[in-house]
Every structure is written in C-alpha cells, then in structure tokens.
C-alpha cells in the first residue's frame, strides 16, 4: 500500500529530460525534497541539507510544504 503524498506543481518548471513545461511536482518522502515529471517520470532528490545549502545567496526564502 502506498502512502498519500501531498504534490504541488511548480509553475513555470521545464523538465530537464523531456523539456515538458509545467509538468513537474514537488512532494516530501520520508524527509526527502523529490521533483517528478508527470509527462516523462524524471525524478530529482534533495535532502534537507541540500535545500538549505542552496537557499543561499539572494534568496529570498524556501518553501517547506507540511
């Protein structure tokens, strides 16, 4: 059984395999930032480390969805 996952698409994101515009959402699991193309299924990874580590510079803030 798989669990629920809360998705929210990002606006405006091109998917880096298919070069699908709006297609990509992000979700948590198990503490792991993850960004899939609905289109293609190309996934990404970051741990929370990563997003902290890339929020840097000019930044305003990152957003953590619950």
Known sequence: METRRKKRF???AVCP???AM???MLY???GVEKVECV???HTQS???DQVRQAGGGEVIG???PE
């Open 10 to 12: 990002i606006a405006g």
């Open 17 to 19: 395999r298919c070069n």
């Open 22 to 24: 709006d297609t990509m």
């Open 28 to 30: 948590m699991e198990h």
């Open 39 to 41: 289109g293609c299924g």
């Open 46 to 48: 970051q741990t929370d």
């Open 62 to 64: 990152v957003f953590k």
